[in-house]
C-alpha cells in the first residue's frame, strides 16, 4: 500500500519536474537575447528567475529521495 503511494508521488514529482525544467528561460532567447547579448534579466525576472530554479532543485531533490525510498521498499 505504501508503495503505491511512493509510486504516485513519483509520477506527480516527475511531471512537475518536467514542467519546471522547461519553464526556465534558455540562453539568449528571443529579442531580449538579440539587445542585450550579456543575457542579464531586467528587475523583477531575475527573482522570478531565481525563485523558479530554487523551486526546481527542491523538487529535483524531493524526486531523488523518493527514488531511494522507493528502491530500499521494494
Do not use: W
Amino acid at each position: 500500500m505504501f508503495t503505491h503511494i511512493l509510486s504516485g508521488l513519483q509520477v506527480i514529482l516527475g511531471v512537475a519536474l518536467v514542467v519546471l525544467v522547461l519553464m526556465h528561460s534558455g540562453k539568449d532567447t528571443g529579442l531580449s537575447g538579440m539587445f542585450n547579448p550579456a543575457g542579464g534579466s531586467y528587475g523583477g525576472t531575475a527573482v522570478m528567475e531565481r525563485n523558479l530554479t530554487r523551486l526546481t532543485i527542491f523538487v529535483a531533490v524531493l524526486f531523488t529521495a523518493n527514488v531511494i525510498a522507493l528502491g530500499f521498499l521494494l
